[in-house]
């Protein structure tokens, strides 16, 4: 079974602070995806990564970077967490081709 | 514009009772379709996936079904339990899509009462 972890579980930060979500997957998959969710939206994806080094846009990337440092962690990151960013996040990993994606657990930030 | 829509928004059911869930979309090329369970603020745990043209599934006391030319695939809940109240999402791959693209829908809320 395909692990994908993701820490913290839970963060609470002000508006304007710097928050890093983390993601690790140990299945060697060259996917990993951020999404966020939100009441009355599907997830929806923020950036997206191939592999070591490499990045992609998503659909609603304003606000957001993200890092893939090395095969196993995806990084986002917000410099300027702004409220509207209070969302539940997502990271997923899938091997190349038209495997599934294999989601972590999630995590709620709050932004005051 | 929302490619995958899913009817009803909210329902709730007496325990015991059976229920049916609704999922609309107009992805094109479509790969596969996922039903996931999502506990209220919590991860989504994949039910059952449907890949071929006309498929039919069943994992317990789920069972779903895919029409793809209807683009068009139900979520049957039998016998319900208090502990089925959650969020379900139905979830379309995009064939065309080489980075394995995902549509979501919004999920029906069910709630199930005593």
């Known amino acids: 079974e395909a692990a994908v972890t993701q820490s913290p579980r839970n963060k609470v930060t002000v508006t304007g602070g710097n928050v890093t979500l983390s993601c690790r997957q140990t299945?060697?998959?060259?996917?990993m995806y951020w999404y966020r969710q939100d009441t009355g939206h599907g997830l929806r994806l923020i950036h997206y990564?191939?592999?070591?080094?490499?990045?992609q846009i998503g659909d609603v990337p304003d606000g957001y970077k993200a890092t893939r440092t090395t095969q196993e962690d995806f990084f986002l990151l917000l410099e300027l967490a702004s409220p509207s960013q209070t969302s539940l996040y997502f990271c997923?990993?899938?091997?190349?081709?038209?495997?599934?994606?294999?989601f972590g657990p999630g995590t709620r930030l709050t932004v005051l | 514009k929302t490619q995958v829509e899913q009817s009803p928004q909210s329902l709730v059911v007496r325990q015991g009772e059976n229920c049916v869930l609704q999922?609309?979309?107009?992805?094109?090329?479509?790969?596969?379709l996922r039903w996931f369970k999502q506990d209220t603020g919590k991860g989504l745990v994949s039910l059952t996936v449907l890949v071929d043209q006309k498929d039919k599934t069943s994992n317990g006391r789920y069972s779903a079904t895919l029409d793809k030319d209807a683009k068009h695939s139900t979520l049957h809940i039998t016998a319900t339990l208090l502990d089925d109240t959650a969020t379900y999402i139905c979830?379309?791959?995009?064939?065309?899509?080489?980075?394995?693209?995902?549509?979501f829908g919004a999920g029906t809320q069910l709630i199930v009462i005593p």
């Open positions: 999922c609309n979309y107009s992805v094109t090329p479509d790969n596969h």
């Open positions: 990564s191939y592999g070591a080094g490499n990045l």
């Open positions: 979830v379309v791959g995009d064939r065309g899509s080489a980075l394995g693209r995902l549509h």
């Open positions: 997923a990993s899938r091997p190349t081709g038209m495997g599934e994606q294999y």
């Open positions: 299945n060697s998959h060259n996917y």
